[in-house]
């Protein structure tokens, strides 16, 4: 899931950059003919990469949280690039704070809002729980604790209810959001409707309804 989103965002971004691209490199040959190849050159080979960190083998340069997040955090890159994404491609997800007493949502996009029916005021500060209801399995609520325990990327389809009552089919997916010292500073859940018909297909097909990844 963390790949889809990536690519879709990514998508989307390429082909706004090569239009720009073109456009700066038409400017700085119309503006400055006789530095431009010189100028050009240099962009194409880079400056220098911040401080990196190793984490499980890899390296990783640490990175700030995109702004509009609330509080400033710095992540590690792939987190960094997953809340981009998220961002980019208007999403519907929560970010959440574990430091907090019961792990508080601090964060919401407005698709969140639009999907559930919540206003700001009602989500803020409160455990992504109330999206539960009477027909949400709990096994699949154990599938998500656990993969918030351990920090662990998790997927699972439940049913969940919008503020007005109506159940809603959410294929939710929770990723744990380190910092340069490999931390867990934040969890982003995104948030995706799903039909009926659908559901009853993975569940044919996988045998249940919760998947760790």
């Known amino acids: 899931l963390r790949k889809k989103f990536l690519l879709e965002s990514l998508q989307d971004q390429i082909h706004g950059l090569q239009s720009e691209i073109e456009s700066l490199r038409s400017i700085i040959k119309t503006e400055l003919p006789q530095k431009a190849d010189s100028l050009l050159s240099k962009v194409v080979s880079g400056g220098g990469c911040g401080q990196k960190?190793?984490?499980?083998?890899?390296?990783?340069?640490?990175l700030p949280m995109p702004s509009g997040f609330g509080p400033v955090?710095?992540?590690?890159?792939?987190?960094?690039?997953?809340?981009?994404?998220?961002?980019?491609?208007?999403?519907?997800?929560?970010?959440?704070?574990?430091?907090?007493?019961?792990?508080?949502?601090?964060?919401?996009?407005?698709?969140?809002?639009?999907?559930t029916g919540y206003t700001l005021d009602q989500v803020l500060g409160r455990n992504c729980r109330f999206l539960q209801g009477p027909g949400t399995d709990q096994n699949a609520v154990d599938?998500?604790?656990?993969?918030?325990r351990d920090g662990v990327d998790t997927s699972v389809c439940l049913l969940n209810y919008k503020a007005d009552g109506t159940p809603f089919w959410n294929q939710f997916f929770v990723a744990a959001l380190r910092d340069a010292e490999n931390n867990v500073v934040n969890f982003v859940g995104v948030q995706c409707e799903v039909s009926k018909a659908t559901v009853e297909r993975e569940q044919e097909q996988s045998g249940g309804v919760a998947q760790t990844l």
């Not at 890159?77 to 491609?89: C, G, I």
């Open 73 to 115: 955090k710095t992540l590690m890159e792939p987190d960094y690039r997953l809340m981009s994404a998220l961002s980019s491609s208007q999403q519907n997800f929560a970010i959440s704070d574990p430091s907090l007493p019961d792990n508080p949502i601090v964060y919401v996009s407005q698709g969140f809002l639009d999907l």
């Open 143 to 148: 599938v998500i604790r656990k993969g918030v």
């Open 53 to 62: 960190t190793i984490v499980n083998g890899r390296e990783y340069t640490p």
